[in-house]
């Protein structure tokens, strides 16, 4: 089977635009021939193969992300789903930009106290959104607190000031961190994203925004900022003439720490004036930013990957169900302590995509025909901002109001089987009892987000479909793991986002248990055909995006 997918993807690209043609119904009972057929070796060579160095972390249009494309589509093609991209082909094709600071890429902060230099990839990670090579940048420096405008929260700390032309220093996460009283408490909302405070800057039309790392308010270490910004950037082209932020970035808790410093507070008091009602934003007098940043601009295509498995119910196989999984990852990159410069991305997001690909292969192995159709899609720039699914959500191959439910698969568990599962985005959707019934099913309990605070709704690609209104859900293990004590799955967590997560050793481990990622498929398998037999499509609940969101690109 290996042989037949590596051949296929590098002997002809016109392979993929075969049409897969779906098999007849084998009977009534492809279900449960389906889940029996799921496979934990099947998922193993798979995740081995993507996250191989010969992929290079399948860097968003780099070669490696090609060549993963390409397999996932082969593999579509001999699993007989019907192609759902462009021109009969299984491949999506969109232009996308890359945008890499020209090295030495530095910005000077000039303050009373003396200049403080910013270097990309040391201190500060530095980019830009207005996709030219050169941007000049002098504007003075202007404390926004969180930087958030948030009419139902009653929150706003652009009130009073012109951000025009300004630099904004501003900090990651919401109020509600620091006091369990104010937005949602200890659970990041969409306002403390940094994708958000960028969206702001830009509304306000700022010179830039710099936001302020620490890893307390990011819920990861520096390492992860540098490693995923530092390099090249990924932008969906500009359109309809829109302009976007000269200067956008990071800077490291003690860069902020010595800004502040040298305006005469330190940033622990500027965060505590942040969390307070009635913050106002103010100017770090005698403060500014020069430089002359230099970027290499380059466009490309890449592309997502969308396949289809056609229904069963001649009433019901005009609606569909989606299944996602991002293949992209962060490419070669910063070196880690070991020399090496390859993010091969095997929990993140290689884990995700292999069980995608065992759905379609059981599926086909057991005869399964859903009575609503299953659509497949693996989606590339997730690392970059949820841009594959940004642009695959506004241009879908069939209507956003024809997809019952999106189930979204970014990270499985490799350690074992978990007592109970997290479904983000649940509460947001009609989805809840039917999700109860499966859980059942499955001997699992469904429990709330175990870490709120690392706003994980908002940073898979779900989150866009649902912004397009598909009731639209991330699947996440859980962390009480079957046959291990309680304290075992918050060490696991913390093991991997504190030295795996976004980092050269997130690589595949031939010990890992990968009876926990059948389970997810199993378990997303069971979603699936429970929507699909549901009289009555789910419904994304009314009135729960935010201002922030709605408005997000």
């Given at each position: ?530 929507v699909s037999n549901v009289a009555k499509m789910p ?10 969101e709605r408005e997000s690109r």
């Amino acid at each position: 089977m290996r042989v037949f997918r590596i051949v296929a993807v590098f002997a002809a690209a016109a392979a993929l635009g075969l049409a897969g043609a779906s098999a007849p119904p084998k009977s009534d009972g492809g279900f449960a021939r389906a889940l029996a057929a799921v496979q934990a070796k099947r998922i193993s060579a798979r995740i081995q193969f993507l996250s191989d160095d010969l992929l290079e972390g399948r860097g968003t249009g780099a070669r490696g992300s090609e060549i993963a494309a390409r397999d996932i589509a082969s593999e579509f093609a001999e699993d007989g789903l019907k192609p759902a991209g462009d021109d009969g082909t299984y491949l999506q094709k969109f232009d996308m930009l890359g945008v890499t600071p020209v090295a030495p890429a530095r910005l000077d902060l000039e303050t009373p106290n003396g200049p403080i230099e910013l270097e990309n990839g040391d201190n500060a990670v530095l980019s830009t959104k207005t996709q030219t090579e050169n941007v000049p940048i002098d504007a003075p420096l202007l404390f926004v607190g969180y930087g958030i405008d948030a009419p139902e929260m009653h929150w706003n700390d652009y009130e009073g000031v012109d951000a025009r032309g300004k630099v904004l220093i501003a900090l990651v996460n919401d109020p509600g961190s620091r006091n369990p009283g104010l937005f949602g408490g200890k659970a990041l909302s969409y306002y403390g994203r940094w994708t958000y405070k960028y969206e702001e800057a830009a509304r306000h039309h700022a010179a830039g925004i710099l936001l302020v790392h620490t890893t307390e308010s990011a819920g990861y270490g520096w390492q992860v900022v540098r490693n995923s910004w530092s390099g090249e950037q990924a932008q969906l082209p500009l359109e309809g003439g829109r302009e976007d932020l000269p200067l956008d970035g990071w800077i490291t808790e003690a860069a902020a720490e010595r800004l502040f410093q040298n305006n005469g507070r330190g940033l622990d008091a500027a965060i505590a004036e942040a969390g307070t009602r009635g913050f106002h934003a103010y100017t770090l007098e005698g403060s500014r930013a020069k430089g002359s940043l230099a970027f290499k601009v380059r466009r490309y295509r890449t592309e997502n990957v969308a396949g289809i498995l056609e229904g069963s119910d001649a009433g019901k196989k005009g609606t569909y169900v989606a299944l996602t999984a991002h293949f992209d990852h962060l490419g070669i990159g910063h070196p880690d302590s070991t020399g090496d410069r390859i993010y091969n991305g095997a929990q993140d997001n290689a884990s995700g995509v292999a069980t995608l690909l065992e759905i379609a292969r059981a599926a086909d192995d057991g005869g399964w025909r859903p009575a609503r159709s299953i659509l497949f899609v693996s989606v590339t720039a997730e690392e970059q901002g949820l841009l594959g699914s940004a642009y695959f959500a506004r241009h879908l191959p069939v209507p956003a109001d024809r997809v019952a439910a999106e189930f979204n698969m970014d990270g499985t568990s490799v350690y074992g089987e978990t007592l109970d599962y997290t479904l983000l985005g649940a509460d947001r959707t009609t989805l809840g009892p039917l999700a109860e019934r499966v859980a059942r099913q499955m001997n699992v309990k469904l429990d709330p987000d175990a870490h709120p605070e690392q706003g994980s709704y908002f940073r898979s690609d779900h989150f866009n479909f649902a912004k397009v209104g598909v009731p639209a859900v991330s699947v996440k293990h859980g962390w009480l793991f079957r046959g291990r004590d309680a304290a075992y799955g918050e060490k696991v967590f913390n093991d991997y986002n504190d030295h795996h997560y976004h980092q050269p050793s997130d690589e595949y481990d031939p010990k890992w248990d990968l009876s926990g990622t059948v389970q997810e498929c199993r378990f997303v398998m069971r979603l699936a055909e429970a929507v699909s037999n549901v009289a009555k499509m789910p419904k994304f609940r009314e009135g729960m995006l935010s201002r922030a969101e709605r408005e997000s690109r």
